[in-house]
Nanobody, 125 residues
Framework: QVQLVESGGGLVQAGDSLRLSCTAS????????MGWFRQAPGNEREFVAG????????GYADSVKGRFTISRDNAKSTVYLQMNSLKPGDAGDYCC??????????????????WGQGTQVAVAL
């Protein structure tokens, strides 16, 4: 199993940047494809970004494409989400997630089995 802890959330102004981190413990993070999800009040949780075990393949929700970048450092057991040009619509509880997989090259939008507690992102006009 893997335990996930997010950090880096906060209150920013529209147009600002934030970098979220997700640190894993337990089983090596290199055995998991990783993803970031978010949930705004009153909304369902939605996929934001995913990254393959190797880090070589990534995917994004259309709403964040070109503004957000997911990356990983397996040696540090950490996954990052760099968020630029933040908008009020980006606000929410951001969670990282892990999916066990044999593939080193596939990222996933669904099917994650392990979740962190989340970190809050608020964006003011």
């Amino acid at each position: 199993q893997v335990q996930l802890v997010e950090s880096g959330g906060g209150l920013v102004q529209a147009g600002d940047s934030l970098r979220l981190s997700c640190t894993a413990s337990g089983r090596s993070v290199s055995t998991y494809a990783m993803g970031w999800f978010r949930q705004a009040p009153g909304n369902e949780r939605e996929f934001v970004a995913g990254i393959s075990r190797s880090g070589g393949n990534t995917g994004y929700a259309d709403s964040v494409k070109g503004r957000f970048t997911i990356s990983r450092d397996n040696a540090k057991s950490t996954v990052y989400l760099q968020m630029n040009s933040l908008k009020p619509g980006d606000a929410g509880d951001y969670c990282c997630a892990a999916k066990g997989t044999n593939s080193k090259t596939v990222y996933y939008r669904t099917g994650y089995g392990y979740w962190g507690q989340g970190t809050q992102v608020a964006v003011a006009l």
